[in-house]
């Protein structure tokens, strides 16, 4: 029996292998491994898709938040508002700033923070919004401007798993003040390592930005500020380049991939499935959907079906298990269990299906046969 992954690279690599073994020996010949005229022209080019005047290339996507709230001259005492439903990166880097991450509660249907709680949250110390557009699919970015240019607080886009997502007619990243972005191999614009980028149509921010990421020099060996270490480096600039050219077109399969699990799941009983935005378009970084179960058995029932599709050759993930108000890094914020009931509620209940844009019909039906024979066999 075949193995299913959650995500098969080699599929994807095939089809660019010839462009990028090329492209990669050009730059090893060069000598030019750090920065220079690779890396500016895969920032010009990524900038100009997201559709921003500015685009910081980096060392990854938590580099890129931890530069944007550095730009900003976020730091102790101030407050950031943000999901409890999301990687650790986008509140471990509020806190790196020296900053508090507040949370307010997702809203199920989207996994996305509820934005109807967002104004309620905001205080005098609240130095920014980082809306997370989880899953590849972007929060509702008209009503989140809207309160930002009310209370002026800026937003910080982390856009980690959602590259080529759109609210309205402009792409996530170019709708806040900035947009953070992940590289990291399994993203849709993935490269063959690290790698990161901020977008923003600030100069200031984006040269603050530049700044930061070259140890706090704008002139080499003068330093203005503590920074850091944060360069892409030219191989990954040269693969993401090759990449950005069919990001559309594998955009465009993971949405073929999420509607043939629309049609092969819609009538099952015990699932909620993911919906797509009616304001904007999503981009599948991940299909996941929700285990419906009793009170007393959450958790049990979602990793007892992990583990009956797991057995047939099919691997699904949990994306999150433990909330991170819930995480022991975070225990002296004291938010226990019941502060964010959809959170927690979630994080019992997600799983993440198969999703990559090669994945074939049959190999959907059968994570579809897979999942009926577990759900029936609960």
Same mark, same amino acid.
């Given at each position: 029996?075949?193995?299913?992954?959650?995500?098969?690279?080699?599929?994807?690599?095939?089809?660019?292998?010839?462009?990028?073994?090329?492209?990669?020996?050009?730059?090893?010949?060069?000598?030019?491994?750090?920065?220079?005229?690779?890396?500016?022209?895969?920032?010009?080019? %990524?900038?100009?898709?997201?559709?921003?005047?500015?685009?910081?290339?980096?060392?990854?996507?938590?580099?890129?938040?931890?530069?944007?709230?550095?730009?900003?001259? *976020?730091? @102790?005492?101030?407050?950031?508002?943000?999901?409890?439903?999301?990687?650790?990166?986008?509140?471990?880097?509020?806190?790196?700033?020296?900053?508090? @991450?507040? %949370?307010?509660?997702?809203?199920?249907?989207?996994?996305?923070?509820?934005?109807?709680?967002?104004?309620?949250? *905001?205080?005098?110390?609240? &130095?920014? *919004?980082?809306?997370?557009?989880?899953?590849?699919?972007?929060?509702?970015?008209?009503?989140?401007?809207?309160?930002?240019?009310?209370?002026? $607080?800026?937003? *910080?886009?982390?856009?980690?798993?959602?590259?080529?997502?759109?609210?309205?007619?402009?792409?996530?990243?170019?709708?806040?003040?900035?947009?953070?972005?992940?590289? %990291? @191999?399994?993203?849709?614009?993935?490269?063959?390592?690290?790698?990161?980028?901020?977008?923003?149509?600030?100069?200031?921010?984006?040269?603050?930005?530049?700044?930061? !990421?070259?140890?706090?020099?704008?002139? !080499?060996?003068?330093?203005?500020?503590?920074?850091?270490?944060?360069?892409?480096?030219?191989?990954?600039?040269?693969?993401?380049?090759?990449?950005?050219?069919?990001?559309?077109?594998?955009?465009?399969?993971?949405?073929?991939?999420?509607?043939?699990?629309?049609?092969?799941?819609?009538?099952?009983?015990?699932? $909620?499935?993911?919906?797509?935005?009616?304001?904007?378009?999503?981009?599948?970084?991940?299909?996941?959907?929700?285990?419906?179960?009793?009170?007393? &058995?959450?958790?049990?029932?979602?990793?007892?079906?992990?583990?009956?599709?797991?057995?047939?050759?099919?691997?699904?993930?949990?994306?999150?298990?433990?909330?991170?108000?819930?995480?022991? $890094?975070?225990?002296?914020?004291?938010?226990?269990?019941?502060?964010?009931?959809?959170?927690?509620?979630?994080?019992?209940?997600?799983?993440?299906?198969?999703?990559?844009?090669?994945?074939?019909?049959?190999?959907?039906? !059968?994570?579809?046969?897979?999942?009926?024979?577990?759900?029936?066999?609960?």
């Amino acid at each position: 029996m075949n193995t299913i992954p959650p995500l098969d690279l080699t599929e994807q690599y095939r089809t660019i292998e010839a462009d990028v073994s090329k492209t990669v020996l050009e730059v090893l010949a060069s000598g030019r491994y750090i920065n220079g005229p690779i890396v500016d022209a895969f920032a010009q080019d %990524f900038g100009r898709y997201i559709g921003t005047d500015e685009c910081v290339a980096c060392n990854s996507g938590t580099d890129a938040l931890y530069l944007a709230l550095r730009a900003l001259n *976020i730091g @102790p005492g101030d407050e950031v508002i943000t999901s409890p439903f999301t990687f650790i990166a986008t509140a471990e880097m509020i806190s790196a700033a020296g900053a508090t @991450p507040v %949370f307010i509660d997702i809203d199920l249907d989207s996994f996305n923070f509820n934005v109807d709680q967002l104004a309620a949250a *905001i205080t005098p110390r609240t &130095k920014a *919004i980082m809306p997370v557009h989880l899953f590849g699919r972007p929060v509702d970015m008209d009503q989140v401007m809207a309160i930002s240019d009310q209370h002026r $607080v800026p937003v *910080i886009e982390d856009c980690a798993q959602s590259t080529g997502a759109a609210w309205g007619d402009r792409k996530v990243g170019s709708i806040g003040h900035m947009g953070c972005f992940s590289f %990291f @191999p399994t993203k849709n614009l993935g490269g063959c390592g690290d790698g990161g980028a901020l977008t923003t149509n600030d100069p200031e921010i984006a040269a603050t930005a530049r700044m930061l !990421r070259e140890h706090g020099s704008r002139t !080499r060996y003068y330093h203005e500020a503590v920074g850091v270490n944060s360069r892409l480096d030219a191989v990954q600039a040269a693969i993401l380049q090759i990449k950005l050219r069919h990001l559309d077109h594998w955009n465009a399969g993971r949405h073929k991939v999420a509607q043939r699990y629309q049609d092969l799941l819609s009538a099952v009983p015990g699932i $909620v499935l993911p919906s797509s935005p009616a304001g904007g378009y999503s981009v599948w970084n991940q299909y996941t959907i929700r285990i419906e179960s009793p009170a007393d &058995k959450e958790g049990e029932w979602r990793d007892r079906v992990r583990q009956f599709l797991m057995d047939q050759g099919i691997i699904s993930m949990i994306y999150y298990p433990v909330p991170l108000h819930l995480q022991e $890094v975070y225990a002296a914020m004291n938010l226990g269990p019941g502060s964010f009931p959809n959170t927690e509620l979630a994080a019992h209940q997600v799983l993440s299906l198969p999703m990559y844009p090669e994945l074939s019909a049959e190999a959907q039906e !059968r994570v579809a046969h897979g999942l009926k024979d577990a759900l029936a066999a609960l």
